[in-house]
């Protein structure tokens, strides 16, 4: 079947680390694939997005490629901050706004 | 993007009682959807919202339970009927289609404690 699967957490890292979380998917068909952004005690924000092979979305200093040779969509930045401190999803859409998620990573940046 | 209002952010409610959740667009959307998040768990479509009929739920969800209204583009509704503490949770409302982007743009989402 169609789903996501992502890194377990959580991940704690120190301020201005390198931020790696790892997507992997399984679909049928050509899928979107994005990165969502829950804040504590909100719902939840589109991150970046992918449309199409070899594509990469970018946002806010987070960064994520299309791999489709190893169905992987890894979330990266280059150097946290507290303020990215969140949990993040993983997601796929099939088309006709099927959109399967991936379980979460909790992620705590200390200063 | 649209713009998502959900309300109420939270409410505490009793055993055996009901509440709705109501949801606003500030546009036309084609697709709407409610999701539930259990604590500490990603998301799990309850149901599609289709304007003018019947919603469509997922498995292991009945109207019963989770009766959803969706009047016009821009407004649904979801009822929590006779609730227990399992049905504890952060219900979220989405929107998506007609966007041309394929994403789902999300609702602040409403925090429910049944005790």
């Known amino acids: 079947g169609n789903s996501v699967t992502q890194m377990e957490g959580p991940v704690t890292l120190s301020e201005e680390a390198f931020l790696t979380i790892n997507c992997t998917y399984t679909a049928t068909g050509y899928p979107s694939l994005f990165w969502y952004v829950q804040y504590p005690g909100e719902g939840l924000q589109l991150l970046l997005k992918?449309?199409?092979?070899?594509d990469k979305g970018s946002n806010k200093g987070f960064e994520a490629t299309y791999r489709k040779e190893t169905t992987s969509f890894h979330l990266e930045k280059g150097s946290v901050q507290v303020s990215d401190s969140a949990v993040y999803f993983c997601a796929l859409n099939l088309g006709n706004n099927d959109m399967r998620f991936g379980a979460g990573t909790r992620l705590t940046v200390k200063p | 993007s649209a713009v998502i209002s959900q309300k109420p952010s939270r409410d505490i409610c009793q055993r055996g009682t009901s509440l709705t959740i109501q949801c606003q667009v500030d546009s036309q959307v084609t697709m709407m959807f409610w999701y539930r998040q259990q604590p500490g768990q990603s998301l799990t479509l309850i149901a599609t919202a289709n304007q003018g009929s019947e919603a469509t739920y997922e498995s292991g969800f009945v109207i019963d339970k989770f009766p959803i209204s969706r009047p016009n583009l821009t407004f649904s509704t979801l009822t929590v009927s006779n609730m227990s503490p399992e049905d504890s949770s952060i219900y979220l409302c989405?929107?998506?289609?007609?966007?041309?982007?394929?994403?789902?743009?999300f609702g602040e989402g409403s925090r429910l404690t049944v005790l």
């Open positions: 992918a449309t199409k092979a070899d």
């Open positions: 989405s929107a998506g289609g007609g966007l041309n982007t394929g994403e789902l743009f």
